[in-house]
């Protein structure tokens, strides 16, 4: 059963973090066999791909979901979650 979550961003998506926050959720979502998408701004993407994300333009304080779908979906939302609202 896929599992859905809805956030805002954290503060550290702003202009000068949001590289190196990109890389390290994308570094943790590639740890999970479940399907990521990161949905924001009206696009999707696939969590495991950093120029994906990019396109996003994810910055502080968007709102956004996260969809995970698979065998370890729970660990995936506990790891991933923090770091998109972290700041």
Do not use: C
């Amino acid at each position: 059963m896929a599992k859905v979550m809805h956030f805002q961003t954290g503060s550290g998506w702003n202009r000068n973090g949001a590289y190196a926050a990109r890389d390290t959720f994308v570094n943790v979502a590639r740890r999970f066999e479940s399907d990521i998408l990161l949905t924001a701004n009206g696009r999707r993407a696939n969590a495991k791909d950093g120029m994906a994300i990019d396109a996003l333009r994810v910055r502080s304080g968007t709102a956004a979901q996260v969809l995970v779908a698979g065998p370890d979906e729970d660990a995936a939302l506990q790891a991933l979650l923090p770091l998109l609202q972290g700041g």
